[in-house]
Each structure stands twice: as structure tokens, then as C-alpha cells.
């Protein structure tokens, strides 16, 4: 069962706008950890922030933050004045134990980017 | 300085052919992965080793064998490739489990025929 979700396939901003990538999750945890990641053309991951779910303060990384809403199970990513240096795709990432015992990352499916000059 | 690198970046092979993929990282982690990412962009895990130890091992054929040498190598065998095998296979470390940041290889594209 698909545990990360998000919703939107594609998205596309103005350069030095703001857009918001959205991801929802499902868990019966209380303490666990969330991660976006950011492939560009490269095709390398890069982290671009991760949030704990203990912590109420929304993650903060320069023109990136997240809105972390734990009772709605929302995780969504809020890139501030865009560069076209951030085009890329952005994954949504979650931990989920296994049946064995064992956590696995789980991917979203991922939003496509684009930033218009 | 590379982190997490992977050889080849693209390997194109016939299908039933046997291939490796290789990992290392040099950040000193004890965790490291394999993922599988599909045409259309889509992550998935196949396995994890931690300290050269098998924690996750996914529904994967049996084809794929992963073998950990020490801690800062995971390589991956694949035997009689199949076309549904195509796809960017990507290693990637932590410092221990998931709740660290996974620093990931630049990818191996690899296109069976």
C-alpha cells in the first residue's frame, strides 16, 4: 500500500516566486522523521530538508521550508524565491518498518518542477 | 571528493548477460542501500546491509545478489538480465538507520536489449 503520497505529478513556477509541493503520509507512529529530496537532470539525490515529528517547529533550510501539519499527516515543501537552478524532481520520504522488524525509506511518486524565467 | 560512488554510470547489456555494479562511499557509514528507480521516476528500495549485514531485502528476484565485501562497499550481481531490468540503479549510505540522511551515488543507467 502506498504510504507516501503526492499529489501533484507537475508543477511549474515564475522565477522568484513561490511554490508549494504538497505530500501526505501514513503512519501510526508518534516519533518518526520526514525527508525531501531533490533530483535534478543529473539524476543525483540530494537531500533538501528533513523534519522530525517530535519537533513543532516547521524545518528551515534558506529558501526552503516545510509546513508540517502531524495530525493531518501533511509534509509539504515550500520553495521561496525560485531559481531555475531548482527544476528538478522532488521526492517526499518516509520511514516505514517493515514486517520483518526492519525501516525502509518510502518514496512518493514524485512532482516534476519547472521554473520559468 | 566523492561520497557514494557507483561503476559503471551506464551499462548496456544483451538480454540473459550477467553484469555487476559497483559501491563505494569513503564517509565511514554502516548503512548502505540499493534502489531501483523505474522509467517513470519511481524509488524503490531492494536492499539494505548494515555493517556487511543484511537488514532489508526486498521482493527481488532472485537474480539479483547483493554482496558487501566491508562496510564501505555494497556491489550488486545481476544474473540472465531481462529487459524489465532497465532502469537507474542507485547505492546510497547513512550513518546508521533511516532517520539519517541517505547520501546517494550519481546512479547506474543500465538498458538491457
Known amino acids: 500500500a502506498q504510504t507516501v503520497t503526492q499529489s501533484q505529478p507537475e508543477m511549474s513556477v515564475q522565477e522568484a516566486e513561490t511554490v508549494t509541493l504538497s505530500c501526505t503520509y501514513d503512519?501510526?507512529?508518534?516519533?518518526?522523521?520526514l525527508f525531501w529530496y531533490k533530483q535534478p537532470p543529473s539524476r543525483q539525490m540530494i537531500l533538501v530538508i528533513r523534519?522530525?515529528?517530535?519537533?513543532?517547529q516547521n524545518a528551515t533550510e534558506n529558501r526552503f521550508s516545510v509546513n508540517f501539519q502531524k495530525a493531518a499527516k501533511s509534509f509539504s515543501l515550500k520553495i521561496s524565491d525560485s531559481q531555475l537552478g531548482d527544476a528538478a524532481m522532488y521526492f517526499c520520504?518516509?520511514?516505514?518498518?517493515?514486517?520483518?522488524?526492519?525501516?525502509?525509506?518510502?518514496f512518493g511518486k514524485g512532482t516534476k518542477l519547472t521554473v520559468n524565467p | 571528493d566523492t561520497a557514494v560512488s557507483q561503476t559503471p554510470k551506464y551499462l548496456v547489456t544483451q538480454m540473459g548477460n550477467d553484469k555487476s555494479i559497483k559501491c563505494e562511499q569513503n564517509?565511514?557509514?554502516?548503512?548502505m542501500y540499493w534502489y531501483k528507480q523505474d522509467s517513470k521516476k519511481f524509488l524503490k528500495i531492494m536492499f539494505s546491509?548494515?555493517?556487511?549485514?543484511?537488514?532489508i531485502n526486498e521482493t527481488v528476484p532472485n537474480r539479483f545478489s547483493p554482496k558487501s565485501p566491508d562496510k564501505a562497499h555494497l556491489n550488486l550481481h545481476i544474473n540472465s538480465l531481462e529487459l524489465g531490468d532497465s532502469a537507474v540503479y542507485f547505492c546510497?549510505?547513512?550513518?546508521?538507520?533511516?532517520?539519517?540522511?541517505?547520501?546517494f551515488g550519481p546512479g547506474t543507467r543500465l538498458t538491457v536489449l
Open positions: 523534519q522530525e515529528a517530535y519537533k513543532q
Open positions: 546510497a549510505s547513512s550513518p546508521s538507520g533511516l532517520t539519517d540522511t541517505q547520501y
Open positions: 503512519t501510526s507512529e508518534s516519533d518518526y522523521y
Open positions: 546491509y548494515n555493517n556487511k549485514e543484511l537488514i
Open positions: 564517509l565511514g557509514h554502516d548503512t
Open positions: 520520504a518516509y520511514p516505514r518498518i517493515t514486517q520483518g522488524g526492519s525501516e525502509k525509506l518510502v
